[in-house]
């Protein structure tokens, strides 16, 4: 199946600090990325669609000031926690896809706000 | 996109059929059901999906009522890998333009 690739794998930061969590698809080209968060032991919430060349769409409760995204080109969307606090630590996963295809996902970030 | 039930977990003896099931009361004649499984600390994978008939594929089989209103899937010799959260979604097309919403679950756990 198609690669996505996720960067960090795990990052630890301080409180106040933007931390950058970048999402590649290694081998094919999408049109529309997903960001989604997960807290422990529950299931994957999205937080926003990011499409190629244009603003990313947030779900209802998710700040866009502070979860910003750019979908830059069709294998890259980066995702940067700004002035992250405590409550911001969760896994950080993207998945991408195209027409007709099934979408897939990356391994995932697990942010850490110290 | 239609609703799932699933239940919350499940055991499994290793090399034994792995059987999970679906409620989708809901669906309707458009709508594709797509299973995913996660295992611990890793980003979902895609294992299956279909719309009315019965699929295959090199890691499960997909058994779709003929009312479409429930499916299993099966894993036909479970191994101690197979162990994570299996995730049963409706989704209105197929092809990966929109988003998937994920529900609980079921958490398999294959026994040794």
């Known amino acids: 199946g198609a690669v996505v690739s996720q960067h960090p794998s795990r990052v630890i930061c301080k409180s106040g600090t933007s931390v950058k969590i970048e999402c590649r698809s290694l081998d094919f080209q999408a049109t529309t990325m997903f960001w989604y968060r997960q807290f422990p032991k529950k299931s994957l919430m999205l937080m926003a669609t990011s499409n190629e060349g244009s603003k990313a769409t947030y779900e209802q409760g998710v700040e866009k000031d502070k979860f910003l995204i750019n979908h830059a080109s069709l294998t890259l969307s980066t995702l940067t926690v700004t002035s992250a606090h405590p409550e911001d630590s969760s896994f950080y996963i993207c998945?991408?896809?195209?027409?007709?295809?099934?979408?897939?996902f990356g391994p995932g970030t697990r942010l850490t706000v110290t | 996109d239609a609703k799932t039930t699933q239940p919350p977990s499940m055991d499994c003896a290793e090399g034994r059929a792995a059987n999970l099931p679906c409620n989708h009361s809901?669906?309707?004649?458009?709508?594709?059901v797509y299973w995913y499984r996660q295992i611990h600390s890793q980003g979902p994978q895609y294992i299956i999906h279909g719309l009315k008939n019965n699929e295959t594929n090199e890691m499960a089989s997909l058994i779709i009522t003929e009312d479409r209103k429930s499916s299993t899937l099966i894993l036909p010799h479970a191994t101690l890998r197979d162990t994570a959260v299996y995730y049963c979604i409706v989704l209105g097309s197929a092809g990966s333009a929109r988003q998937l919403t994920f529900g609980s679950g079921t958490q398999l756990t294959v026994l040794p």
């Open positions: 998945s991408a896809g195209r027409a007709g295809a099934e979408q897939y």
């Open positions: 809901t669906i309707s004649g458009n709508e594709y």
